[in-house]
């Protein structure tokens, strides 16, 4: 199995068992909330042979995961449309009412289920549906505020993520190539491709891992760069670069192979691991796939010949 049936394993079967009912949970603490993200994070850097150290930021929203927090408050707010619209005559509808009037007259504990589900609503800005509610006593249309509530933590979701990862500037080449909390569109091509599934891969984990200063030990060099370093410039890895080059120059037309070069180095090795420069946007989509099933083996090829050098720079993928 690749990548992306593990990643769809996990979001359709083992979250949904691990959170089990877990919209009636209440507020959890931040220890359980941690060791719930602890385990995603586990899951994510198995699925893509990630090392333990690798960053967090750059682990889960390589699958598209969200926080492990908005996907509980995605199972709430859902429940808590539920409960909007379930029939007045029957228990539990009945208990909400009760429990919401008491919210409403400052009588309600902080530890009751619906205190925690309005809390989760206004925390996504969603009065409207609390004001609708209470002015008609129903919210009519499900499909629409599931649609609603999924957005609306969607914007969250990734504005958190964004504003985590811009503040990591060791993470600025990853967040160039994987600027959306999507899948890698380096993992949706590995779907279509599967015998460059393992070789895909690699293209991106090494545009996952932070940008680190260290000598490089096959030519000697120093650089504040090590990934640059090797794919770009190393001597020692000339032959398999220049290869790798030349495989572009035949797979782009004239024009585009030449504009690529023209390309500033931090663009070319943004380009080189699946990312959309300014120039890349330029090229079409069938010349785009073309040119990554091509690096996907020479990168392979060389990572081959320096994997051995990004352990010594502690970035173990484990093969
Ligand atoms: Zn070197």
């Known amino acids: ?77 859902l429940f808590l449309g539920r409960l909007f619209r379930a029939n007045s005559n029957t228990t539990h509808k009945q208990l909400f009412t009760v429990r919401l009037n008491q919210l409403l007259l400052g009588e309600s504990d902080k530890r009751s289920i619906t205190y925690d589900l309005i809390k989760t609503l206004i925390k996504y800005a969603m009065h409207s549906f609390l004001e609708s509610y209470m002015d008609d006593l129903y919210i009519s249309d499900k499909k629409l505020s599931s649609k609603i509530v999924k957005q609306s933590i969607e914007i969250r979701e990734e504005n958190n993520w964004k504003s985590s990862i811009q503040s990591r500037p060791e993470l600025c080449r990853y967040y160039e190539i994987q600027n959306r909390l999507s899948i890698h569109r380096l993992l949706r091509l590995a779907v279509v491709y599967l015998h460059l599934n393992y070789k895909l891969l690699v293209m991106v984990k090494l545009g996952s891992i932070a940008i680190k200063d260290g000598q490089c030990s096959l030519c000697g060099c120093y650089s504040t760069d090590v990934v640059q370093h090797l794919i770009l410039y190393c001597e020692k890895l000339l032959d398999e670069r220049n290869n790798m080059f030349y495989r572009i120059v035949d797979v782009l037309p004239v024009q585009e192979s030449v504009r690529f070069f023209q390309q500033d180095d931090s663009d070319i090795i943004v380009a080189l691991l699946g990312g959309i420069t300014d120039f890349m946007q330029s090229v079409n989509s069938d010349n785009w796939r073309n040119m990554m099933c091509c690096l996907a083996d020479h990168k392979f090829h060389l990572y081959g010949k320096f994997k051995g050098e990004l352990s010594e720079h502690r970035f173990n993928f484990g093969h």
């Open 1 to 77: 199995m690749n990548s992306i049936t593990n990643t769809i394993i996990w979001k359709r079967i083992v979250l949904p068992t691990a959170l089990y009912l877990c919209e009636l949970w209440g507020q959890l603490t931040f220890a359980e909330t941690r060791m719930l993200a602890q385990t995603q994070r586990y899951f994510v850097r198995f699925v893509l042979g990630l090392d333990k150290r690798s960053p967090t930021d750059s682990c889960t929203s390589t699958v598209g995961l969200w926080y492990i927090q908005g996907l509980i408050d995605k199972f709430k707010l």
